[in-house]
Nanobody, 115 residues
Framework: QVQLVESGGGLVQAGGSLRLSCAAS????????MGWYRQAPGKERELVAS???????NYVDSVKGRFTISRDNAKTAVYLQMNSLKLEDTSVYYC?????????WGQGTQVTVSS
């Protein structure tokens, strides 16, 4: 069974940077969109950024200009470079890989931004 494994979360001061990585345990074929979501306690899971197989990206307004998503199709991997982190970016971040038939989710990685 294919798994998505995330890494790179942690504790960082406001204004700092983190890079999240997510890689599949084996190559997944026919992946269309890959993305990063986040969910804070008591809140709905929200889409942070996505990238399609043509490289077109989409970001939630609150992270535009600060976060950059990229992907490596050969490895079925997706990355999220997070700069100028704010307290409100504190959340559990999940990666997702979508095919026409099934969505794969990572287990989540905690990002905590401190003042």
């Amino acid at each position: 069974q294919v798994q998505l494994v995330e890494s790179g979360g942690g504790l960082v001061q406001a204004g700092g940077s983190l890079r999240l990585s997510c890689a599949a345990s084996r190559k997944i074929f026919d992946v269309t969109i890959m993305g990063w979501y986040r969910q804070a306690p008591g809140k709905e899971r929200e889409l942070v950024a996505s990238i399609d197989n043509g490289g077109m990206t989409n970001y939630v307004d609150s992270v535009k200009g600060r976060f950059t998503i990229s992907r490596d199709n050969a490895k079925t991997a997706v990355y999220l470079q997070m700069n100028s982190l704010k307290l409100e970016d504190t959340s559990v971040y999940y990666c997702k890989a979508s095919t026409p038939w099934i969505n794969y989710w990572g287990q989540g990685t905690q990002v905590t931004v401190s003042s």
